[in-house]
């Protein structure tokens, strides 16, 4: 009883048990730095590739992770729990048959899902309403058997406590994928490469980051178990019942974590194909566009469709699609009508899916929080401090709301200006209020990973699961019916992210206040990030606007081409410019907002990295 009792008390006695440090230090860190490599990656590449790449890139890597995800989600925690429960035991013979079993899993699914990518390519493409993602698909492939070695080794690693080797091994892909995609992608479009294949190389960057990480993990792998020494004498389980433990393990948190990817695929999907039935079938949505896209090909296209018809009726993407099945004229005229409207469905999808990238952002500034959360939470409740574990769970929620509120606020002030700065090889008149639509759905998706965070802490880890279900019914069928709407179209698509983590993170929020004790009240976690934030926004809206008439009258009086300028009236230079200052006036207004009100305590900062050091300079209580 001794031994099992002495643990807590030296937990209870170490004030950095609740900080972000450890394992998960390793590993949210080496997050953090893959997701800044993964920015230097995106950034030049969409301006590489332009927007129909773009749109090839994204539909190509969608594919991609759900097969991933279904291949590798769940066996690499799988691998290390078993592991590591072996390796508690000295049961080294244990160890290694369940990581040869683990292997051999791996690379079965790994096969089956890269039959599927490879030789499947064409219909993948098809069912994403871009038959142009096809080379991306297949170059992509390779990277599924790749990755399924790894995650056995990465779990094998973690298994023994060795979080260094995940992390080091994911920085290397991030930057293979960095310098061998951008590397290829340029070297095509300067050499002719249409948009399609563009991508296909940008993506092959990331088979052979997959193939040089699992060199370095092979490695590490043999040096590590050259210095374990020899065999131990225990007897090792039957297959049979480690490939059951294994499958138990894997196989709820494969479905869960599965759902978020299966969901975005089918979004992307109906988005794509409601965009070209709406363009083919209700011409009134041309004038959404008008400006942004060009339709003299699909009126030319459309007529000739129509001419090649035996008699006059609805037109409809059924009727279009039953041509492209005949013979003739017909089908000639058919095959080039949905090849134009693919075309522009391409153009006005990678748009969108340039301003998701910029969106996307915020989330991954939630590593640090979730990995600090869930040991946090867990080792407060393994003491049975059910106080400790509530004040936790209000500091993280009040970390959140202070990170989040203020990039919402941000983005969806400065989408128009940031995305004409960030991807000028986009239209940011469109790309623009994209990103500014999507920025209102920052703040629900951020919360929400954390809610979920605090719930799993709790031991409710199917329930965080069941809600994103729910809202990802709610997003499809949001995205569905609105893209349709001739008023709205692709403008419509990011409500159908407002409207699912909205939900999600309201039904988070119901469930911890009922299930979980003494948790904080909402409105202190809300309202002073909030306040801080609208004042925020109004600060950089003005200083943006000031800036940009001020720039406008000096080119004017400079006499400087208007050709040259911007969408939003500004050179890029002077957009940068003004987009700088109003960011930097947005930091200081907030970060002075935020200390005046007490928005945070020392308590909270406790949580963050160097957390103790921030708050005597803040001089917080």
Request: charged residues 10%; hydrophobic residues 50%.
């Amino acid at each position: 009883m001794a031994q099992h009792s002495h643990p807590p008390r030296r937990v209870a006695q170490s004030p950095k048990q609740n900080t972000f440090f450890g394992g998960a230090a390793v590993l949210a860190a080496g997050i953090l730095v893959v997701k800044l490599i993964g920015l230097f990656y995106k950034i030049p590449l969409l301006n590489i590739i332009g927007e129909q790449g773009t749109a090839d890139f994204g539909n190509a890597y969608n594919i991609y992770a759900v097969l991933l995800t279904i291949s590798t989600a769940g066996l690499p925690v799988a691998v290390s729990k078993l592991v590591s429960e072996a390796n508690a035991l000295g049961r080294q013979n244990q160890v290694r048959r369940t990581f040869r079993l683990a292997m051999a899993l791996f690379l079965t699914l790994g096969v089956l899902s890269f039959l599927v990518m490879f030789f499947c390519a064409d219909q993948l493409a098809g069912l994403m309403h871009d038959s142009m993602a096809a080379p991306g698909i297949k170059a992509l492939a390779p990277a599924v058997i790749c990755v399924g070695c790894l995650s056995a080794f990465r779990g094998y690693a973690q298994g023994h406590g060795r979080m260094t080797p995940t992390a080091v091994s994911q920085i290397i892909e991030a930057l293979c994928k960095l310098t061998v995609g951008l590397g290829l992608a340029y070297w095509l479009v300067k050499h002719g490469a249409d948009a399609s294949h563009a991508a296909a190389g940008a993506i092959t960057g990331v088979t052979v980051g997959t193939i040089v990480a699992l060199a370095y993990m092979l490695m590490n792998f043999l040096i590590t178990r050259g210095r374990e020494g020899n065999l131990s004498d225990d007897q090792p389980d039957d297959a049979s019942a480690i490939l059951k433990n294994l499958l138990m393990i894997a196989v709820p948190i494969t479905i869960s974590s599965s759902m978020v990817g299966i969901v975005t695929v089918i979004d992307s999907s109906l988005v794509q194909g409601q965009l070209q039935r709406a363009l083919l079938e209700n011409p009134d949505t041309w004038a959404l566009y008008q400006g942004i896209v060009d339709f003299t090909d699909l009126e030319q296209a459309l007529k000739a469709w129509k001419a090649a018809l035996p008699q006059g009726g609805e037109v409809t993407m059924a009727l279009l699609e039953q041509s492209m099945a005949g013979q003739g004229g017909q089908a000639e005229a058919a095959l080039a009508l949905h090849t134009t409207l693919e075309g522009i469905s391409r153009t006005l999808y990678g748009n969108y899916n340039g301003a998701l990238n910029i969106y996307n952002l915020p989330t991954s500034l939630m590593a640090a929080v979730t990995a600090a959360v869930i040991p946090a939470v867990s080792g407060a409740l393994a003491r049975r401090d059910r106080r400790g574990a509530g004040r936790i769970t209000g500091s993280a929620l009040r970390i959140t709301a202070l990170v989040a509120c203020p990039m919402a606020v941000g983005l969806y002030v400065l989408g128009k200006p940031i995305m004409a700065l960030i991807f000028p090889s986009l239209n940011a008149d469109l790309a623009g209020p994209l990103l500014s639509t999507l920025g209102l759905a920052t703040l629900f998706v951020c919360m929400m990973l954390v809610c979920n965070s605090i719930l799993q802490a709790h031991g409710f880890v199917n329930l965080p699961v069941a809600i994103m279900l729910m809202g990802g019914v709610v997003k499809i069928f949001t995205n569905y019916h609105v893209v349709v709407v001739p008023s709205m179209g692709i403008y419509g698509a990011p409500m159908g992210n407002i409207l699912c983590f909205a939900l999600c993170m309201v039904l988070d929020l119901v469930v911890i206040a009922r299930v979980i004790p003494r948790r904080p009240s909402y409105f202190q976690v809300f309202a002073k990030p909030a306040a801080a934030s609208a004042l925020m926004g109004l600060g950089a809206w003005a200083v943006y606007g000031l800036m940009a008439k001020g720039l406008i009258a000096v080119g004017k009086l400079c006499e400087v081409d208007r050709a040259t300028q911007e969408i939003v009236g500004l050179s890029r230079t002077g957009n940068g410019l003004a987009v700088i200052c109003a960011i930097l006036v947005a930091v200081a207004v907030y970060g002075i907002l935020v200390i005046a009100l007490r928005a945070i305590t020392r308590e909270d900062l406790s949580l963050m990295p160097k957390g103790e050091k921030i708050a005597r300079i803040l001089h917080l209580s």
